[in-house]
């Protein structure tokens, strides 16, 4: 069993920044492949940026390519999620979940295909 934490979240004015982290018990991030996702009021569950189970392959979803970073720290072990720029649209409760797998360079897109969920942090923005 895997426990996920997230923590960072906030209240933020446009164009502010956030980092968020993501901490596991149990076991080390390097197991696994990792993901964040974020849900706004009255949505689905969207995938927002993912890495690797190496660490060395990360993908985003389109709208937000070049102003997050999603990177990983095997000695805290922590995976976080670096937010700048941030617009009102991108308020929604954020959740990391990981993916057991044996690949390596594997990216995982689709919320069923993640195995443990943590239970969020809010991100508020405000025009």
């Known amino acids: 069993q895997v426990q996920l934490v997230e923590s960072g979240g906030g209240l933020v004015q446009l164009g502010g920044s956030l980092r968020l982290s993501c901490a596991a018990s149990?076991?080390?991030?390097?197991?696994?492949?990792v993901g964040w996702f974020r849900q706004a009021p009255g949505k689905e569950r969207e995938f927002v940026a993912a890495?690797?189970?190496?660490?060395?392959?990360?993908r985003y979803t389109d709208s937000v390519k070049g102003r997050f970073t999603i990177s990983s720290d095997n000695v805290k072990n922590r995976v976080y999620l670096q937010m700048n720029g941030l617009t009102p649209e991108d308020t929604a409760t954020y959740y990391c979940?990981?993916?057991?797998?044996?690949?390596?360079?594997?990216?995982?897109?689709?919320?069923?295909?993640?195995?443990?969920w943590g239970q969020g942090t809010q991100v508020t923005v405000s025009s």
């Open positions: 979940a990981v993916r057991i797998g044996n690949f390596d360079s594997m990216i995982y897109f689709q919320a069923r295909q993640y195995n443990y």
């Open positions: 890495i690797s189970k190496s660490g060395g392959t990360t």
């Open positions: 149990g076991r080390t991030f390097s197991d696994y492949a």
